[in-house]
């Protein structure tokens, strides 16, 4: 009688394999596969096409930016942002759930230790015979472990490291940010020392003027309206003043916020010191998959839609759990540690779902639509930093050409300026031509400096748009 029972286990065991073997074959979770991206062959509008790999995105910012304060300034902003602050705490976050991921290939222990009351119908069976009440006392352990037959523990796993490493990710697109918004903020900074330099030499200059003007009218050369134009443009000069000491107020209180600090005055270079890589090597298009932290989470965020769309094409075929279940149980307390107080059962069995209200294939459904989603914002993320790279390209080569412009501009409305002085005091000239050569020379010298300032930021983004500033 006990080989044939024998027998009839082992065939059950074996049909159980081969049924468990024939389904997996069915369905087995994909491996992630880097989709083709056509996108990275013209992603760069510009004709200096690149020639190697190369990039200036592979240079620290500390060798790009070599200025002394801003060098301490971006240390101090990378040790106290906010921003760079909640996002490692975003980090250790996904760290977390990544740690729980890989811990589910483990069983699961659950113990429990309890007393059961009860008190009985002293007409019923149970009452007359345990005297109306029954205590029970139990120690009990329970094991619970799922075999990852389909794989979608494993694709659990993956889309919990892909999370984390999107987070990372993220991260370092924060540091990226916020070198370079140090270092815009920076040179901004600067911009406003040379204009407000300039302008306080105009404020002088023009002063001195309104008292020649005034002697000129004295002696009938020229009229009352000279005299008022030359203290209104005296006046524009130091409302211009103010303005830019109100700006650089403002602006170093916006680089204390990026550098995790309460409102101050910051020391600085000046801006005609500032030279910054001149050979600006951008590398191949392919290399904004690796550099740039934006583009590498938006990938980590299709990886994770991949693996979860794994898990939910795993859900339409069955589980297999195993559950064991042990402990000691006794009606009476000192009799519970007691070897006859032992009990144990094992229980394993497939588990497939057969109608859940459409519940699983609504689950594939949204996962494919959102694995599509992020495959589209993978794409739009590279284009976005095609386009920002071939932005700061073309703004530098522009403004590199303007600011030669603009110097012969300045050139020669100061040679204006100081003719049409000489020819108003000799009686040859109109008082208008003067302040009219005055006031373009000085916007033309304010140009200069914003077109320099141009050329520091468009490095910066494009520093920045390649994937520098994280390394």
């Known amino acids: 009688m006990i080989p044939i029972l024998k027998n009839k286990l082992f065939k059950h065991a074996v049909l159980f394999i081969v049924s468990v073997g024939t389904l997996q074959s069915c369905f087995v979770a994909k491996t992630y596969e880097r989709p083709q991206v056509e996108e990275t062959q013209n992603l760069f509008r510009t004709d200096a096409l690149p020639t190697d790999s190369l990039s200036i995105a592979d240079l620290s910012w500390k060798n ?28 250790l976050a996904a760290e977390a759930y990544a740690k729980q991921g890989k811990a589910a290939y483990f069983p699961s222990l659950n113990g429990k230790t309890f007393v059961t009351h009860q008190e009985l119908s002293k007409n019923s069976q149970f009452g007359s015979f345990f005297n109306s009440s029954l ?101 524009n000069a130091r409302a211009l003043q103010v303005d830019l000491e109100t700006a650089i107020f403002q602006t170093e209180n916006t680089l204390s916020i990026l550098l995790g600090e309460q409102p101050q005055e910051y020391e600085r270079g000046v801006l005609d010191d500032q030279n910054l890589e001149s050979d600006l090597k951008f590398g191949m298009p392919i290399a904004l998959l690796s550099n740039r932290p934006d583009v590498i989470a938006s990938e980590y965020n299709l990886v994770r839609a991949f693996e979860l769309t794994n898990v939910a094409r795993s859900n339409f075929y069955p589980s297999l759990t195993v559950t064991a279940t042990g402990g000691l149980q006794s009606l009476q307390l ?54 920002e790279v071939s932005n700061a390209l073309y703004s530098y080569d522009q403004e590199t050409i303007k600011f030669e412009y603009r110097e012969l501009e300045v050139e020669a409305l100061r040679n204006a300026e100081r003719n049409s002085n000489e020819l108003l005091k000799n009686g040859y000239a109109n008082y208008l031509d003067l302040l009219t050569a005055r006031q373009s020379a000085l916007n033309a010298e304010l140009n200069v400096i914003d077109s320099k300032l141009q050329q520091l930021l468009s490095i910066v983004d494009l520093y920045e748009a390649l994937g520098g500033g994280w390394k």
């Open 135 to 235: 205590d029970q006392f139990e120690i009990t352990g329970n094991v619970s472990w799922e075999a990852d037959i389909w794989g979608k523990i494993r694709s659990n796993k993956r889309a919990f490291e892909a999370d984390y490493l999107q987070s990372v990710a993220a991260h370092q697109a924060v540091k990226s940010r916020l070198v370079a918004n140090i270092a815009s903020t920076y040179y901004q900074l600067m911009s406003l020392d040379a204009q407000l330099e300039i302008t306080k030499r105009s404020v002088m200059v023009r002063d001195s003027s309104v008292t020649t003007i005034q002697a000129l009218k004295d002696a009938g050369n020229v009229t009352q309206v000279a005299v008022d134009q030359n203290i209104a443009q005296y006046n």
């Open 64 to 91: 790009l930016f070599t200025d002394p304060y801003l060098q301490k300034y971006i240390d101090e902003g990378l040790q106290n942002n906010i921003d760079i602050r909640i996002a490692i705490q975003q980090v």
């Open 334 to 387: 000192d009799q519970l540690l007691n070897t006859n107080s032992l009990f144990a059962n094992i229980v394993g069995g497939l588990t497939q779902p057969i109608f859940n209200q459409r519940k699983i294939r609504t689950q594939k459904e949204v996962a494919d639509a959102q694995q599509e989603q992020a495959l589209m914002e993978f794409k739009r993320s590279l284009l976005v930093a095609g386009q």
